[in-house]
């Protein structure tokens, strides 16, 4: 079969989004299918690539001011017609997986796949919530999003949901689909630590927007003593010292400046060679939420894969796989006084404890998050 994905994520670079699809890449070629990739990278508009043996191409326009930007933003789906016109005209396409595209061609390639007898798949990973937003329910990504959701992806579309909010929503509209969680090739990924002194390593990877409480866990480090502080080595990537300065008094952060290690925004590939140096990653986000019910955070499975025990409290599905004192450590709730708590439990553990706990760790994402273990739902969902 062959299989065209359209996206308007950054294939190949490494956006999370770009990493899903290129792993579920990996699932429907490991199951006899070709896959093609239409993305938005920045690679040279319309040139053919190859990416790990997957021919992709961006249809993305350079442009250096705002009004360029939002004219080329608009004007995607005609360039995606004409591609899409000529793609055909050489190549035959049993089926279409989108994701994370303008709702304008969401619509038009479920006509256009209905009318041509291509079936027409969706990877669904998320659902805001109005509180992420400065105008809530009236914000403009808020509104498209719930339209694609309760409109646009219906029966007429084959659904991968990330999570099981997301597929008990599809699945009482009635549509086919299947929960495929974060996956990885986790059989890939090396998971040997590094680690350089007796300090605790924690590692916050993320640019945490709406979605990551990045806020409470520093005002959670502000709640140890200074000896406890002295004792971990925090760090965060994806974030700068300027970005978190108007979050605290000037004696706050000169507090933080001294015991956090703020490494800005960096590469993933840095990130995921950082794992090797940690005990911990941390993540804290407002469970009740929607956004939260609704995803499922990447950074959790790629600190897995790597052996990394996550210190966390439970959202999404993560109550799933993560056991307190086993996958990680459980916070009982988003707050810092909880992390804080939870800070100090971490402290009081032993070599041989932490060395367990990465042992299951790895083990839990051998056992759930490596693609393999999907391509036969995939084949399903698509025969």
Same mark, same amino acid.
Request: net charge positive.
């Given at each position: 079969m062959n299989i065209l994905v359209i996206t308007y994520s950054r294939i190949p670079e490494g956006d999370a989004e770009a990493v899903r699809l290129l792993t579920l890449g990996e699932a429907l070629r490991g199951s006899g299918n070709d896959v093609f990739f239409i993305g938005m990278g920045f690679s040279k508009y319309k040139? =053919?690539?190859?990416? &790990?043996?997957? @021919?992709?191409?961006? #249809?993305?326009?350079? /442009?250096?001011?705002?009004?360029?930007?939002?004219?080329?933003?608009?004007?995607?789906?005609?360039?995606?017609?004409?591609?899409?016109?000529?793609?055909?005209?050489?190549?035959?396409?049993?089926?279409?997986?989108?994701?994370?595209?303008?709702?304008?061609?969401v619509s038009w390639l479920k006509s256009f796949c209905m009318k041509n007898n291509i079936q027409f798949l969706a990877d669904s990973v998320e659902w805001y919530s109005p509180e992420q937003f400065k105008y809530g329910n009236l914000s403009l990504d808020m509104l498209l999003k719930n339209m694609e959701n309760k409109y646009f992806l219906d029966k007429n579309v084959k659904i991968i949901s990330i999570s099981k909010y997301l597929n008990n929503y599809f699945r009482s509209k009635g549509c086919n689909t299947i929960r495929i969680p974060v996956i990885l090739d986790v059989k890939n990924i090396?998971? =040997?630590?590094?680690? &350089?002194?007796? @300090?605790?390593?924690? #590692?916050?990877?993320? /640019?945490?927007?709406?979605?990551?409480?990045?806020?409470?866990?520093?005002?959670?480090?502000?709640?140890?003593?200074?000896?406890?502080?002295k004792r971990l080595r925090f760090t965060v990537a994806g974030v700068s010292y300027e970005q978190i300065k108007n979050w605290f008094t000037h004696e706050e952060f000169i507090r933080l400046n001294n015991y956090v290690e703020f490494l800005g925004r960096v590469d993933r590939t840095v990130v995921l060679n950082k794992l090797a140096e940690i005990d911990?990653?941390?993540?804290?986000?407002?469970?009740?939420?929607?956004?939260?019910?609704?995803?499922?955070?990447?950074?959790v499975v790629e600190s897995l894969a790597t052996a990394t025990p996550v210190i966390l409290n439970l959202s999404s599905d993560l109550g799933d796989y993560i056991n307190d004192m086993q996958e990680g450590l459980i916070v009982k709730e988003c707050s810092a006084e909880e992390f804080a708590k939870t800070l100090k439990r971490a402290l009081l553990l032993k070599q041989d404890q932490k060395e367990l706990m990465r042992h299951k760790a790895r083990l839990c994402a051998e056992e759930n998050f490596d693609y393999r273990l999907y391509q036969e739902h995939l084949s399903k969902l698509l025969f």
């Open positions: 040139k =053919e690539m190859n990416y &790990k043996g997957f @021919k992709y191409n961006s #249809l993305r326009k350079e /442009s250096k001011h705002i009004t360029q930007k939002v004219y080329y933003y608009l004007n995607y789906n005609k360039r995606l017609k004409r591609f899409l016109k000529v793609y055909l005209l050489h190549n035959k396409v049993d089926a279409i997986l989108i994701a994370d595209l303008p709702i304008v061609s090396p998971y =040997e630590k590094i680690v &350089k002194d007796n @300090k605790l390593a924690i #590692l916050y990877a993320g /640019s945490p927007g709406k979605k990551d409480y990045l806020n409470e866990m520093l005002r959670g480090l502000l709640l140890l003593e200074d000896e406890d502080l911990f990653t941390v993540l804290l986000r407002a469970a009740e939420l929607r956004y939260a019910k609704a995803g499922f955070p990447t950074k």
